[in-house]
Every structure is written in structure tokens, then in C-alpha cells.
């Protein structure tokens, strides 16, 4: 009973932050109060377009949470319960500001991109780097939310006889059509079937873990690190849940649907809104990731536990927490939930992309063709990068996510500041996840460098407060 009194704690902390820290950040930004959105005045049928408000949170939900607010999460629940803080508090105060003060800035220069906002604040230089990192890191999104469905749906429907190859050729399909037709064409037509399932999903989970006669949150011990293979909670955990804390990925979608927005007032609502669901729903997985830690499953003939297999396939492991709870025809539709949440990021991601290359090639989208000229490129890229191994796949888009985040973060700092508005809200998590990235990338083993954690945490603070003084000296220059 105590877990669950825990478990509605944390979900309560989340939705007041909305009203709450979500309102604050709003008063500071301020935006004029006669403001036109950029649906209204660059209307073009295409990108361009005017959709009610309740489909623009719908599809901004499911364009940023992908496999984050579930792998992540399930895989974060290795650490232990110190997991649900940092959705939390990382949620509230770093994640879920990110992505709605990265959406007013857009809104503010007319629906630009992301590289478009570093380039104004700072410089060409900065501007032609954000536009390599964002195009590198949709691609990574666009190749894994390829491959980790295709496998899914290859498991799931094995009576189909199609093997993971085919699935992923329709996925790539598929992609190809949402990234070259207007937006309101498939997305916003298809979406809402889509959040049905992702509905159920969640729900059905809510629903079936206190009816599952499992305890919920037995171990509530947030001070010891519990990964089976002693993992340590500093970096790797805020590397690990990513999407269901903070992703530099939902910068690169929020401009999508601020240029369908009619009405600024309802910014907070989509952007802030949205990032709050997404935790909410890594919270979920994570409550029930910690409560079925310990129980036994029989896969493949091998008694194992919930926990060690995550370490041995994440994908597996949801698929048998979802049966434990939904049962099998339940757990169906739920992983069609987790398959869907991969392909409704995936999507998007490749639009994003044609649309971030047609602004750094100032080419107008109007026209088909101009539309395949870059759609055709994009995707053959996809189709070379999918052969790779998809263990340094994963490396390489981990990594890009959290320092696109920490660059997010950064340039907002410095807007806030050249606006004359508070800039702290965003500076604090700036400094968190510059220190975060640069000692992940210096101590993690994938990366190669595999310094000693000390050593590494050492030379990460040494780098954050480098960049702090960086950014004073450019505050007084510009005063």
C-alpha cells in the first residue's frame, strides 16, 4: 500500500509541475500578447498548416516519446528506485522546460528550426554545427526506430512469415510518405488511431499492476545502486532514461508543431503538456519495471528474473511484463502501444530532418518535387546506416541525444539572456547536463575512453565550469 501511496506521489509531483513550474516558465518568457502564429501568416498547405489543438498535443506526444519513457525506463529500473526521481524532478524541471522553451522560441522567429535559433544567437558557425549534429542524430532516430520495431513486429507476428528485413521496408514506406505529404495528410489522420493504442497502453498497465496481486514498489531504498552488474548510478543512469527525463530529439520536433498552432496561449499546454505525459508514462514503466524486479519468468525454457533479463533484451523483457499484467491478448496490443510510440517518432524525425535541410538550403517545400529532392537522399542514407551494427548504432544516437539536449539547453540560456528575461530556469540544467554528457563520454565503456569515474567527474566539472565562465564573459560583452 505504501508503494502505491508513493507511486500516486511522484504522478501527483509531475502534473503539478505543469501548472506550477510550467506556468512560471511561461510568465518569464512572456510572449506578446497579440501574437500571430506562424500557421497564420506562412501558411503553405504543407508544412504549414492549421490543426486543432487536441491533434497537435496528440501528435507532439507521440512524436517525442519513441522507446524512451518505455526501454529507458524498464532499463533504468536496474539502478533501483533512485530511477522514478530522476524522471521526476528531471521531467519538471530540466526535460519538460526544454522542449516547451524551445517551442516558444521557435514561435517567437516564425516556426524556425533549431539551427536556425543556435545561428541567431550564435552565429553562422554554430548555426551550420547545430545543423550537422540535428541531421546526424534524426538520422540515428530514423535508422533505429527502423530496425527495433521491424524486430518487434517480426516476434510479435511470426505466423506473417515476414521477416524483420520486410517489416522494416514497409516501416521505411511508410516513413517516405509521412515525410514527403502535407502534414495533414497521414499524420494528422493516422495519429489519433495511434494514440488509441498508446492509450490502452498506458492505461491498461495502471489498470492491471495493483490488479496483478504483485506488490507494488517493494524496495523504496533510493540511497544504494542496484544494478546486477554494478553499473554506477553517476553518469550512466541520466544517459539511460533519457526520453522519459530530458531528450535534445524533442527540440528537433517541437518546431514541426508550432507552425500547425493557431493559438500562442495554448503553447504551454502542447509543449510543457506533452513532456509531462511522456512522464507520466515513463513513470508507469518504471513502477512496474521496480515491482516486478525480482519475479520469475520461464522464456525459452530459462527461468529468469525480470531484471536480468532486461540486461539481456529490454524489448523481451516489456513483452513478459506486459503478459504478466494485460495477460497475452492484452499484452499484444500493448506492445503494439511500444511498436507505435518507435514508429510515430521515427516518422517525424525524417520529416524534421527534409525540413531542417530545406531551411539550411533555403529551398521552398511547396512543390513535390522540391520535397523528393531532398526526401530521396535522406532515405538512402537510412538504408546505408541500417547496415551497420546496430550495438554502435545505438552508441552514436545515445550520445548525440543528451548533447543535442545540453546544446538546447545552452542556447536557450543564452536567448533568455539577450532577451533580458530570467535566464536560470534554463542555466541550471544547462550546467547539469553539460557535466552529465562530458563525464558519460569520458567514463562510459561504449565510448572508448573509459576513464576512471573519479577522474572522469573531475574533468566534467572542470568543463561545466569553463562553460559558465564562457557564458558570463559573453554576458558582459554584450552589456
Known amino acids: 500500500?505504501?508503494?502505491?501511496?508513493?507511486?500516486?506521489?511522484?504522478?501527483?509531483?509531475?502534473?503539478?509541475?505543469?501548472?506550477?513550474?510550467?506556468?512560471?516558465?511561461?510568465?518569464?518568457?512572456?510572449?506578446?500578447?497579440?501574437?500571430?502564429?506562424?500557421?497564420?501568416?506562412?501558411?503553405?498547405?504543407?508544412?504549414?498548416?492549421?490543426?486543432?489543438?487536441?491533434?497537435?498535443?496528440?501528435?507532439?506526444?507521440?512524436?517525442?516519446?519513441?522507446?524512451?519513457?518505455?526501454?529507458?525506463?524498464?532499463?533504468?529500473?536496474?539502478?533501483?528506485?533512485?530511477?522514478?526521481?530522476?524522471?521526476?524532478?528531471?521531467?519538471?524541471?530540466?526535460?519538460?522546460?526544454?522542449?516547451?522553451?524551445?517551442?516558444?522560441?521557435?514561435?517567437?522567429?516564425?516556426?524556425?528550426?533549431?539551427?536556425?535559433?543556435?545561428?541567431?544567437?550564435?552565429?553562422?558557425?554554430?548555426?551550420?554545427?547545430?545543423?550537422?549534429?540535428?541531421?546526424?542524430?534524426?538520422?540515428?532516430?530514423?535508422?533505429?526506430?527502423?530496425?527495433?520495431?521491424?524486430?518487434?513486429?517480426?516476434?510479435?507476428?511470426?505466423?506473417?512469415?515476414?521477416?524483420?528485413?520486410?517489416?522494416?521496408?514497409?516501416?521505411?514506406?511508410?516513413?517516405?510518405?509521412?515525410?514527403?505529404?502535407?502534414?495533414?495528410?497521414?499524420?494528422?489522420?493516422?495519429?489519433?488511431?495511434?494514440?488509441?493504442?498508446?492509450?490502452?497502453?498506458?492505461?491498461?498497465?495502471?489498470?492491471?499492476?495493483?490488479?496483478?496481486?504483485?506488490?507494488?514498489?517493494?524496495?523504496?531504498?533510493?540511497?544504494?545502486?542496484?544494478?546486477?552488474?554494478?553499473?554506477?548510478?553517476?553518469?550512466?543512469?541520466?544517459?539511460?532514461?533519457?526520453?522519459?527525463?530530458?531528450?535534445?530529439?524533442?527540440?528537433?520536433?517541437?518546431?514541426?508543431?508550432?507552425?500547425?498552432?493557431?493559438?500562442?496561449?495554448?503553447?504551454?499546454?502542447?509543449?510543457?503538456?506533452?513532456?509531462?505525459?511522456?512522464?507520466?508514462?515513463?513513470?508507469v514503466w518504471a513502477v512496474v519495471g521496480l515491482s516486478l524486479r525480482e519475479v520469475i519468468f520461464s522464456v525459452g525454457g530459462e527461468q529468469i528474473s525480470l531484471a536480468e533479463l532486461t540486461l539481456k533484451n529490454p524489448s523481451l523483457a516489456i513483452n513478459e511484463a506486459s503478459k504478466c499484467l494485460l495477460g497475452s491478448a492484452g499484452a499484444t496490443v500493448a506492445v503494439l502501444g511500444v511498436i507505435v510510440l518507435a514508429i510515430t517518432s521515427g516518422d517525424t524525425a525524417m520529416r524534421s530532418c527534409r525540413l531542417m535541410l530545406a531551411d539550411l538550403f533555403h529551398l521552398s517545400q511547396r512543390s513535390v518535387l522540391s520535397r523528393l529532392s531532398l526526401a530521396i537522399p535522406l532515405f538512402a542514407a537510412v538504408m546505408i546506416v541500417s547496415r551497420m551494427d546496430f550495438s554502435v548504432i545505438w552508441r552514436y544516437f545515445g550520445w548525440a541525444n543528451q548533447t543535442l539536449a545540453c546544446l538546447t539547453l545552452w542556447c536557450i540560456t543564452l536567448y533568455l539572456r539577450n532577451k533580458k528575461r530570467h535566464y536560470v530556469i534554463a542555466l541550471l540544467p544547462a550546467l547539469f547536463m553539460t557535466t552529465v554528457c562530458t563525464c558519460y563520454l569520458l567514463h562510459a565503456p561504449e565510448c572508448r575512453i573509459c576513464m576512471e569515474i573519479d577522474t572522469a567527474t573531475v574533468i566534467a566539472l572542470l568543463v561545466t565550469f569553463v562553460s559558465w565562465c564562457i557564458f558570463r564573459f559573453r554576458t558582459k560583452i554584450s552589456e
Open 1 to 283: 500500500m505504501f508503494g502505491l501511496t508513493v507511486f500516486i506521489l511522484f504522478g501527483l509531483v509531475l502534473v503539478g509541475g505543469y501548472f506550477l513550474y510550467g506556468r512560471f516558465a511561461e510568465r518569464i518568457y512572456g510572449l506578446p500578447e497579440q501574437f500571430t502564429m506562424p500557421c497564420t501568416n506562412r501558411a503553405d498547405g504543407v508544412d504549414f498548416v492549421p490543426l486543432p489543438t487536441w491533434k497537435i498535443f496528440l501528435i507532439q506526444l507521440l512524436n517525442i516519446a519513441g522507446l524512451g519513457p518505455v526501454v529507458g525506463a524498464v532499463s533504468g529500473c536496474l539502478f533501483g528506485p533512485v530511477a522514478l526521481l530522476w524522471i521526476v524532478l528531471g521531467c519538471v524541471f530540466a526535460g519538460a522546460l526544454h522542449d516547451f522553451l524551445a517551442a516558444m522560441i521557435s514561435a517567437e522567429q516564425g516556426g524556425c528550426n533549431l539551427p536556425e535559433t543556435m545561428g541567431s544567437v550564435m552565429g553562422k558557425t554554430a548555426r551550420l554545427f547545430m545543423n550537422i549534429m540535428c541531421v546526424f542524430l534524426l538520422l540515428m532516430v530514423g535508422v533505429v526506430f527502423t530496425l527495433l520495431p521491424a524486430g518487434m513486429l517480426e516476434a510479435l507476428f511470426p505466423a506473417a512469415s515476414l521477416s524483420a528485413v520486410s517489416w522494416g521496408a514497409i516501416i521505411l514506406g511508410y516513413y517516405f510518405l509521412a515525410t514527403v505529404l502535407p502534414i495533414n495528410a497521414i499524420i494528422g489522420r493516422i495519429y489519433p488511431v495511434f494514440g488509441a493504442l498508446f492509450l490502452f497502453m498506458a492505461l491498461g498497465l495502471l489498470i492491471g499492476l495493483p490488479l496483478s496481486g504483485h506488490e507494488i514498489l517493494p524496495d523504496l531504498d533510493m540511497f544504494h545502486n542496484k544494478h546486477p552488474k554494478g553499473v554506477g548510478v553517476w553518469p550512466m543512469l541520466f544517459v539511460t532514461i533519457a526520453c522519459g527525463a530530458i531528450s535534445g530529439f524533442h527540440a528537433t520536433q517541437s518546431p514541426m508543431m508550432v507552425r500547425c498552432l493557431r493559438d500562442s496561449g495554448h503553447l504551454r499546454r502542447v509543449f510543457y503538456g506533452a513532456m509531462i505525459v511522456e512522464g507520466l508514462v515513463a513513470l
